[in-house]
């Protein structure tokens, strides 16, 4: 009788002893990676000579000696669980570095102009194909693998996302351009900042929102039974998609960046949650309409709410609050807005504002869409017998209000 896992698959090979498989393996290190944000120890324990994890794939291992597994593919996000097993599973090679494979994942630029060429643009030709590409840019692209790859690549997850959410009846885009599942997918990942020191991934992480890039080498092989250390964080992260390489100092040492502006408000968001845990404060629950008042001109809520974090982060000596560590909180505040498309110390004409927001939504744009509603109610029978009617439209902001398209009906 089989009484295990682990007999069932040595069962499996028994019986196909005969026959030649190809063995594919997705997503191996997801149930490894959830032990290993909770407990080091619980993670040796499974990956250690005797564990299940190691048992596992020693069975594969013997299985492609007897001829039995031809082939394996095996994918994943992070390289800690197969880097862990050593001896047990020496048989395979990584290829997420090469540059050959640097765009298996995602898209090239092509593949993404193509993919718009065949439904966006082919169904609204009102998009403005430049400006809408320019945007995908800023959202999505930017991962490297390797430097001597050709292109840079686009999340092809987020990509595809932004394709099924288009508004092909009236050709404008999603109202968010970050599908919620995979944003709820790169905070449960972002638990692994507990791994090892957690003071020591914190300060790589503020090191990101100050100044986009931080140093440091990829790692071939983790010893989980030594002291995780800086490098093998940066590993990690680089590993998940949340930094990628920007250029190489010297030999294996990489100046790495935050790829695009998504994962920069993934961190954003995640700073300001770790600073409301550390500190036993309430920001989450009341930020989206503090931010919509201040959006709205009303600036006090914001005010008192950055008050009350900066009094207390202010009063713990080894924080080393700066005037840098203060735009760093007040960008993770405001990151939680939506609405605004959020730059740190961008150069407009050869000056740095600290912060700078952009409102997402092109003004007229907006202008053109009110005209094209005003226009189609005008042509219905009971608002056309109207006489001497008269339309505007109205466009609000925290300027005031704006009276346009004046459309007198004689």
């Known amino acids: 009788m089989i009484q295990s896992p682990l007999g069932l698959i040595k069962e499996f090979f028994e019986v196909a002893k005969d026959d030649s498989i190809y063995l594919l393996i997705d997503e191996y290190d997801q149930f490894a990676n959830a032990i290993l944000a909770h407990s080091m120890e619980n993670f040796l324990e499974v990956v250690s000579k005797g564990g299940f994890v190691r048992s596992f794939y020693e069975v594969l291992k013997g299985a492609t000696g007897t001829g039995i597994v031809q082939k394996m593919f095996i994918t994943g996000v992070t390289p800690i669980t197969l880097d ?52 995908l840019k800023t959202w999505y692209n930017g991962y490297l693998f390797n430097l001597k790859a050709k292109e840079r690549i686009y999340n092809a997850t987020l990509v595809n996302y932004f394709i099924s959410q288009f508004d092909y009846d009236d050709c404008t885009m999603p109202n968010k351009m970050l599908d919620s599942n995979v944003a ?30 931080i140093t440091g080498t990829i790692k071939d092989r983790y010893e989980l039974n030594r002291a995780f250390d800086e490098d093998d964080f940066i590993t990690l992260i680089y590993s998940m998609g949340f930094i990628t390489i920007k250029d190489e100092i010297f030999n294996n040492m990489y100046r790495f960046e935050i790829p695009n502006y998504v994962i920069k408000i993934l961190y954003f968001n995640y700073f300001a949650i770790e600073i409301e845990q550390r500190n036993n404060l309430a920001i989450k629950g009341s930020i989206g309409k503090i931010l919509l008042n201040l959006a709205l001109g009303e600036m006090t809520p914001f005010k008192n709410q950055l008050n009350e974090v900066v009094s207390v982060l202010s009063n713990r000596d080894f924080m080393g609050f700066d005037e840098k560590y203060f735009q760093v909180i007040t960008l993770s505040l405001l990151s939680f807005a939506e609405f605004y498309f959020i730059e740190s110390q961008p150069e407009k004409d050869n000056k740095y504002p600290d912060i700078l927001l952009i409102g997402k939504d092109d003004v007229e744009a907006i202008k053109q869409e009110g005209i094209e509603q005003v226009e189609g109610y005008l042509k219905l029978d009971k608002i056309k017998s109207i006489p001497k009617l008269r339309s505007y439209l109205l466009m609000g902001s925290k300027d005031g209000v704006v009276f346009s398209h004046e459309n007198p009906k004689k």
């Open 184 to 213: 709820s997918d790169y905070r449960a990942i972002m638990k692994l900042f507990n791994i090892g020191e957690s003071e020591q991934n914190f300060k790589i992480l503020e090191n990101l929102i100050e100044n986009n890039s």
């Open 84 to 135: 862990s097993l050593s001896s047990g599973f020496n048989i395979v090679s990584n290829i997420s570095g090469h540059k050959t494979f640097n765009a298996l994942a995602g898209f090239t630029q092509n593949e993404v102009e193509y993919s718009l060429e065949q439904s966006i643009f082919a169904r609204c030709e009102s998009v403005e194909r430049e400006k809408l590409l320019t945007k």
